[in-house]
């Protein structure tokens, strides 16, 4: 049965704005914990009946929908190729993992990056996801947190400053806002910024709630 009036207005617009949409770029290597939580914490969002759809809140994104093995041994296809991510894209989180600085290094996931900073859209990166960010030109004149382990890895591309072992929001009025820090269980500091950055701070407190973070 079609709604009528407001309720069939209001279906057509449900059915047309998803609301905001994150990609997560993974890749061969990329840890399984990293994408779990940003997962975990973003599908909610958009309903659970879009989890995994094009509608979903969180869409896995990578250069091929070939299937990758990630670094525990888990085997996880991407949802879309890069050049299929919506047009209206709201932001990108980039996960850590083994092999992450060689993905860096790619042209398409390059091309990719250099779209969203084009665009001006937030990215939260995480643990080894700091050395993508790096190589895809992210990070220079940034302030960017990591794990100590990669310190001085990431002063190689020529930040502002980085603090190892802490999350860290560089929101400056010209440029993106970039949210950064460890990976693992560390990532959900950067995760829930970027909520609050695109749904606001309640849906990130609650976001948080549901994992059992203050």
Same mark, same amino acid.
């Given at each position: 049965?079609?709604?009528?009036?407001?309720?069939?207005?209001?279906?057509?617009?449900?059915?047309?704005? =998803?609301?905001?949409? @994150?990609?997560?770029? /993974?890749?061969?290597?990329?840890?399984?914990?990293?994408?779990?939580?940003?997962?975990?914490?973003?599908?909610?969002?958009?309903? *659970?009946?879009?989890?995994?759809?094009?509608?979903?809140?969180?869409?896995?994104?990578?250069?091929?929908?070939?299937?990758?093995?990630?670094?525990?041994?888990?085997?996880?296809?991407?949802?879309?190729?890069?050049?299929?991510?919506?047009?209206?894209?709201?932001? /990108?989180?980039?996960?850590?993992?083994?092999?992450?600085?060689? @993905?860096?290094?790619?042209?398409?996931?390059?091309?990719?990056?250099?779209?969203?900073?084009?665009?001006?859209? *937030?990215?939260?990166?995480?643990?080894?996801?700091?050395?993508?960010?790096?190589?895809?030109?992210?990070?220079?004149?940034?302030? /960017?947190?990591?794990?100590?382990?990669?310190?001085?890895?990431?002063?190689?591309?020529?930040?502002?400053?980085?603090? *190892?072992?802490?999350?860290?929001?560089?929101?400056? =009025?010209?440029?993106?806002?970039?949210?950064?820090?460890?990976?693992?269980?560390?990532?959900? *500091?950067?995760?829930?910024?970027?909520?609050?950055?695109?749904?606001?701070?309640?849906?990130?407190?609650?976001?948080?709630?549901?994992?059992?973070? =203050?």
């Amino acid at each position: 049965m079609i709604p009528a009036g407001d309720d069939q207005d209001q279906a057509i617009a449900t059915a047309a704005d =998803p609301g905001p949409q @994150v990609a997560i770029v /993974v890749y061969p290597g990329v840890s399984e914990l990293d994408v779990g939580l940003m997962l975990g914490l973003l599908t909610p969002l958009g309903g *659970p009946a879009s989890a995994g759809t094009p509608d979903a809140a969180a869409l896995t994104v990578a250069r091929t929908r070939g299937s990758v093995l990630c670094a525990a041994g888990l085997v996880c296809t991407p949802q879309l190729i890069y050049a299929a991510a919506p047009p209206a894209l709201a932001g /990108v989180l980039i996960p850590g993992g083994q092999g992450a600085q060689k @993905v860096g290094r790619d042209p398409a996931t390059r091309a990719f990056l250099a779209q969203a900073r084009a665009a001006r859209l *937030p990215v939260g990166m995480v643990g080894g996801g700091l050395l993508l960010a790096g190589e895809s030109g992210l990070l220079g004149g940034r302030a /960017v947190g990591c794990p100590a382990a990669l310190a001085d890895t990431v002063w190689g591309y020529s930040p502002d400053d980085v603090r *190892p072992g802490e999350m860290v929001s560089d929101t400056p =009025p010209d440029a993106a806002a970039i949210y950064s820090g460890p990976g693992g269980l560390g990532a959900a *500091p950067v995760v829930l910024a970027l909520i609050s950055h695109l749904w606001g701070h309640e849906q990130a407190r609650q976001a948080a709630a549901r994992i059992g973070l =203050p």
